[in-house]
């Protein structure tokens, strides 16, 4: 405790220490294990890849195997199962933004004593089991599913909907998982933004939809890009969603990282794999830190 007193910035430094330890036990750690095992080569054995390091006569021997990240950048089926995942990833969350900023809207214009009531019902699915959730969605949309019966029985559809095992079953499945994760940040914005000058904006005459468009979504535009984001990033790397709901079609570089791990035991492609997946990510983040940085400096 006298520590603490004798250096004021010792108890942030403090702080912020347990986080970043986290981070680093947990997660960087890790992230050289793949990187080291992607510049490996296959091999029978445990584990099922070379060494890199190896000691001979004296004479430290270090081998990396480029040809993983080479085979990555010329085969086609890994170049459109990238863009496929990027596809599907930036159409669920525009979709999730398209859905998520209106009720996150609501809830923030709502009055405060049933705004915790509409936050807990954003919330609920949370409290259940997410691959239960997920197969709940099979029994919904399969042909002979709960839609399709609701459907034909009151006269709108003919014929069952062949939903199940499409990419429409994935975005209806991945919007339905990470909707909450965009109408959280979003609404921690809107619900403190000064309503006073939205009142000014009316005073000088403009209208509810210019108000919304020049004032309300510039306002909300760092919950929107920090709500899209914890949408995005884990929506690429998806695999229970498109393994469950698509079909054989839908490619997900989620579905090509467990092939590689499980089915052909070739761990030095599935961390290369893993390693380009984790450069895209990187990208949207580093370009939201920049955006983050220079909004910070106007101010």
């Given at each position: ?92 969350t525009l979709l999730c ?9 609501q809830i923030a214009r ?189 101010k």
């Amino acid at each position: 405790m006298k520590w603490l007193s004798d250096h004021p910035g010792g108890a942030r430094r403090l702080a912020i220490a347990g986080p970043y330890l986290w981070l680093l036990l947990f997660f960087f750690v890790p992230f050289l294990l793949v990187v080291k095992i992607s510049f490996a080569d296959q091999e029978m054995g445990v584990p099922p890849y070379t060494r890199l390091l190896e000691w001979s006569e004296g004479v430290l021997h270090l081998t990396l195997q480029f040809g993983h990240y080479a085979f990555l950048l010329s085969d086609s089926l890994y170049i459109a199962t990238y863009l496929s995942s990027l596809k599907i990833a930036a159409i669920s969350t525009l979709l999730c933004l398209l859905l998520g900023y209106p009720l996150a809207y609501q809830i923030a214009r709502t009055d405060p004593a049933r705004r915790n009531v509409l936050l807990m019902a954003v919330m609920l699915p949370f409290w259940t089991s997410f691959l239960i959730r997920v197969y709940a969605w099979i029994g919904i949309l399969k042909n002979n599913g709960l839609l399709n019966q609701f459907l034909l029985s009151i006269g709108l559809i003919h014929t069952p909907l062949e939903l199940y095992h499409t990419n429409w079953a994935v975005y209806i499945g991945m919007v339905y998982s990470y909707l909450p994760f965009l109408v959280m940040p979003l609404y921690a914005h809107l619900v403190k933004m000064d309503r006073s000058v939205l009142e000014a904006a009316y005073d000088l005459g403009a209208r509810p939809w210019k108000a919304f468009w020049q004032i309300t979504v510039p306002l909300s535009r760092n919950g929107i890009i920090a709500g899209c984001l914890l949408v995005f990033i884990p929506s690429v790397g998806e695999y229970v969603i498109p393994g469950l709901l698509g079909g054989a079609d839908t490619l997900m570089i989620g579905r090509v990282m467990w092939d590689e791990f499980f089915s052909n035991a070739d761990w030095p492609m599935a961390s290369a794999v893993t390693c380009a997946m984790v450069l895209l990510l990187l990208v949207p983040m580093v370009l939201f830190q920049h955006f983050q940085g220079r909004e910070s400096l106007r101010k």
